[in-house]
């Protein structure tokens, strides 16, 4: 009796090579422009400085919390000479409630000391010399050079990317260093900037780590997340 062929099973290369088509990477940018179309960075500024100190300040913290800090930091201290010249414990008085406030007041302090002494003022506008400012790693430099300088020179791995990027299957990284170099690998560089801030409010809107609210996502029909609670 002839035995039926079976059809030969997918192997995680090809698998990824599915996850990573030309075609559904397009669709999955078209799907976030549509989505968000005009999305902004969401934490509240005025110059390269003020978005920097903010930066540093959310890291493990929220963005409304930041924004309800900022503005009285910001009126104390207006400038990187004026924050240069601040005390760590008047620092740590206004920024207490953003968390580990020891380190953040450091930090900001020890920015506004390198960028007064070393950059004549002025935020330096490429990666290179942003991540030489205490406080200010990768994530932070890319944040301020593609808000501020509209410069993509990587993409911004928060935990909200760093998740998506894995559930869609951008990025297998365990770390967001990692996950930023495969995802700069496969988007075209001028979506860099607006695809971070487009997957950070999809994360804080819809795909939450917890309980994704796939009923409602652009991105359902081409997700295979393990993570999935709702199938079209």
Request: with cysteine; glycine share 4%; net charge positive.
């Amino acid at each position: 009796m002839p035995t039926t062929k079976q059809p030969p099973k997918k192997s995680a290369k090809s698998s990824q090579r599915g996850d990573l088509a030309p075609d559904r990477i397009a669709a999955t940018l078209i799907a976030l422009d549509e989505a968000y179309p005009a999305v902004e960075c969401a934490l509240t500024h005025r110059s390269p400085w003020e978005l920097l100190v903010a930066t540093i300040l959310s890291a493990q913290c929220t963005d409304v919390r930041v924004n309800m800090v900022t503005p009285e930091l910001f009126k104390r201290f207006p400038t990187p000479t004026a924050m240069s010249k601040a005390t760590l414990p008047e620092l740590e008085a206004l920024i207490r409630t953003t968390g580990f406030f020891h380190n953040k007041a450091k930090s900001i302090q020890g920015a506004a000391r390198t960028i007064t002494t070393e950059f004549k003022g002025q935020v330096p506008q490429t990666l290179a010399e942003l991540i030489t400012i205490p406080g200010a790693a990768r994530k932070t430099a890319n944040v301020v050079l593609g808000v501020c300088f509209n410069k993509a020179e990587g993409v911004v791995v928060d935990t909200h990317v760093f998740r998506i990027a894995r559930r869609l299957g951008f990025a297998k990284g365990d770390t967001p260093q990692k996950v930023e170099q495969e995802l700069m690998r496969i988007l075209p560089q001028d979506h860099w900037i607006a695809f971070s801030h487009q997957l950070i409010h999809h994360g804080r809107q819809i795909c939450d780590a917890r309980k994704p609210k796939c009923d409602r996502c652009s991105l359902e029909q081409l997700c295979h997340s393990k993570a999935k609670t709702w199938q079209s």
